[in-house]
C-alpha cells in the first residue's frame, strides 16, 4: 500500500529523458571528481543545469570526458529499474544527508543498471537507450560552485 502512496505522491512534472540523464551525470561528477551529487538541480525538457562543490576549476578537457562518459553510460542501454527499501536498507546503498527528517520509512530508489542508485521521486525511462545523447552547453565556476548547463540531442 505505501508503494502505491508514494507512487501517486510524484508531484513535479519531469521530463523522464532528462531526468535519468541527470542521475548518470550525477554519478559522472561523483566517480571523477569526488565530489557529492548535484547541491542544485533545474531539469527542464529544452535544457537543465546542475550546480556541484568543488575545490578548483575542471579543465576544458575534464569537461569533455564528462560528456564522453555520461554518453558511454547512455549508450550500453542500461534497465532504469525502481525498488522500494525499507530506510535502514536504503541508507546503505544510497545517500540520505539530503532527505526531510519526517522522510516515510519506505524508499524509492531509482537504479541505473550497476551504476547508479539514488532516492528519487522523478519519472524515469525504462532503459537509457530512450535518453538521447547527452550534451554539455557550457560551464561556470564562482566560489566554489561549478554549474553545468546541458540538454539531449537524437
Known amino acids: ?17 532528462m531526468h535519468t540523464a541527470e542521475h548518470i551525470l550525477n554519478q559522472t561528477m561523483v566517480r571523477m571528481f569526488g565530489c557529492p551529487r548535484s547541491m542544485n538541480a533545474h531539469i527542464e525538457r529544452k535544457k537543465s543545469k546542475c550546480d556541484y562543490r568543488l575545490t578548483e576549476m575542471p579543465t576544458e578537457e575534464q569537461m569533455a570526458e ?14 532504469v529499474k525502481i525498488d522500494f527499501l525499507p530506510l535502514e536498507e536504503a541508507a546503505g ?25 539514488c532516492a528519487c521521486i522523478g519519472d524515469h525511462v525504462q532503459n537509457t537507450s ?18 553545468l548547463r546541458f540538454k539531449l540531442v537524437e
Open 1 to 17: 500500500m505505501e508503494q502505491k502512496t508514494q507512487l501517486n505522491e510524484v508531484k513535479k512534472d519531469y521530463h523522464s529523458p
Open 66 to 79: 564528462v560528456e564522453r562518459r555520461v554518453n558511454q553510460v547512455i549508450d550500453q542501454h542500461l534497465p
Open 93 to 117: 546503498i544510497v545517500d540520505l544527508n539530503k532527505l526531510p527528517a519526517n522522510v516515510s520509512d519506505t524508499l524509492r530508489i531509482v537504479r541505473v543498471g550497476d551504476y547508479d542508485a
Open 130 to 147: 530512450e535518453v538521447g545523447h547527452f550534451k554539455l552547453l557550457n560551464y561556470d565556476y564562482q566560489e566554489g560552485r561549478l554549474r
